[in-house]
């Protein structure tokens, strides 16, 4: 009976299957050029691939701490990739989501709920704490492979710039995720390692971490500082701005982009 419940905390979601399955669907659609409006299916695979990537950045998270000692992560569903088991499905969902159609911007969803208590390996605290944003860099090369591979031909236009726009998505959510700011992975990855009286300190700060990240980013000297090192970096991927303003573009398709003003 208890090897039953096992499989059953860790068999996957019919949730995350359905999101797995629409981002199939709009990928067809993109490649086949089903839809008269191509705005649409892109905007379905953007969104369900962004959703599934935060699914498996979740996920890491969880996965790692059940190979660091915490047992109970099994117990609250986070291995079976159903966002809707998340501590916050608010926070790690449906906000990242809405940032996505407002700003264009990954924001760094969380979170699962670790009991810390149960890891004994400052080394362990910090691979559990990077484990999520490095699922993010994965995400971001195997979405970037047609690009850094030179793989590009026969690949429709459409379906190159959801790529890149959705490659955006990813670097921004592991950089964003790497700060070492209170709240964020990146501070998790540190924390460990600090003395008992700064992480005391740093503690209070941490459900204002993100909010703080935002509030310099409106800030345009550090907006355009931090939107040039993304660009770098999807410059290196095989990225270019034109790739990424082009999917953004189809991806708000309830502006009225037409496909002709896409084109250079």
Not at 96 to 109: Q, W
Not at 154 to 163: H, N, S, T
Request: one cysteine or more.
């Amino acid at each position: 009976m208890a090897s039953e419940a096992t499989r059953g905390e860790r068999r996957i979601s019919p949730v995350f299957l359905a999101l797995v399955a629409i981002m199939a669907v709009s990928i067809w659609a993109v490649w086949t050029g089903f839809a008269a409006n191509q705005g649409f299916p892109v905007f379905l695979f953007v969104t369900s691939a962004w959703i599934v990537s935060l699914c498996l950045h979740e996920y890491a998270h969880a996965r790692t701490a059940l190979h660091g000692g915490d047992i109970s992560v099994e117990a609250r569903g986070y291995l079976t990739l159903n966002p809707l088991a998340y501590t916050h499905a608010l926070l790690s969902i449906v906000l990242p989501v809405i940032f996505v159609i407002m700003g264009g911007i990954g924001l760094p969803g969380g979170a699962v709920f670790i009991e810390r208590h149960r890891i004994r390996s400052r080394w362990k605290h910090s691979l559990i704490s990077a484990a999520g944003p490095l699922t993010n860099v994965v995400f971001a090369l195997v979405v970037t492979a047609p690009f850094w591979l030179d793989a590009l031909d026969g690949v429709p236009e459409d379906l190159r710039y959801a790529l890149g726009f959705l490659a955006l998505l990813q670097v921004t959510a592991a950089i964003l995720n790497f700060l070492p700011v209170p709240g964020l992975d990146g501070y998790g990855v540190i924390e460990p390692w600090l003395p008992y009286g700064i992480r005391r300190q740093l503690d209070s700060f941490a459900p204002f971490g993100l909010l703080a990240v935002f509030g310099f980013l409106w800030i345009p000297e550090v907006n355009h500082a931090f939107f040039d090192m993304i660009d770098e970096v999807l410059r290196a991927l095989g990225v270019s701005d034109w790739d990424t303003w082009n999917g953004q573009r189809l991806f708000r398709f309830w502006e009225g982009n037409s496909i002709e003003s896409l084109n250079p």
